[in-house]
T-cell receptor, first 117, second 108 residues
């Protein structure tokens, strides 16, 4: 099946620093990649939708200057959390969408747990 | 909000069958996913429904009624490893909106 990787899996950083998270589709090219954030015992919240070669579409309330998304190729998207603060500590998950004919599948990366101290 | 409703928690015995329901607003609907999520892990794809009817994949089946804004996930022959949160997610305008998930606890 389709595999999506994320790196790093865990990261601890100091307040005010920036953190980059990579999301890769390993054995397929993704039509679209999505970035989600999940706080404990809550649902996944979509942060942004990313299409290769174009600007990401951010959800309402998500600061695009704080959460920088770069979608360099059909297999790689990156999320950079700039000037991180403790309230940014969360589980960040990417997913890659594959649409072929009637099939529409979305595969998630393993997630990145960010802790800002 | 996206008004995707799921019951919050249920307990079932190993070997039993459970049905997890999901209701949603029908406007702009373009497909529904079911995912399994174990604590501390990312969701795992289970099924995708875009047309009415039942999709069967091994022990898991998913049903969709677009006119009713209703879907269910059926888990058969429950195993201990099936203890997890089950999320339904609705596709609208190329975006995926998740329900809060239904926590299933399987007991011996």
């Amino acid at each position: 099946g389709a595999v999506v990787s994320q790196h790093p899996s865990r990261v601890i950083c100091k307040s005010g620093t920036s953190v980059k998270i990579e999301c890769r589709s390993l054995d397929f090219q993704a039509t679209t990649m999505f970035w989600y954030r999940q706080f404990p015992k809550q649902s996944l919240m979509l942060m942004a939708t990313s299409n290769e070669g174009s600007k990401a579409t951010y959800e309402q309330g998500v600061e695009k200057d704080k959460f920088l998304i770069n979608h360099a190729s059909l297999t790689l998207s990156t999320l950079t959390v700039t000037s991180a603060h403790p309230e940014d500590s969360s589980f960040y998950i990417c997913s890659a969408r594959v649409q072929e004919g009637a099939a529409d599948e979305q595969y998630f990366g393993p997630g990145t747990r960010l802790t800002v101290t | 909000g996206q008004n995707i409703d799921q019951p919050t928690e249920m307990t079932a015995t190993e070997g039993a069958i459970v049905q997890i329901n999901c209701t949603y607003q029908t406007s702009g609907f373009n497909g529904l996913f079911w995912y399994q999520q174990h604590a501390g892990e990312a969701p795992t794809f289970l099924s995708y429904n875009v047309l009415d009817g039942l999709e069967e994949k091994g022990r898991f089946s998913s049903f969709l009624s677009r006119s009713k804004g209703y879907s269910y996930l059926l888990l058969k022959e429950l195993q201990m490893k099936d203890s997890a949160s089950y999320l339904c997610a609705v596709v609208r305008n190329n975006r995926l909106a998740f329900g809060k998930g239904n926590q299933v606890v399987v007991i011996p």
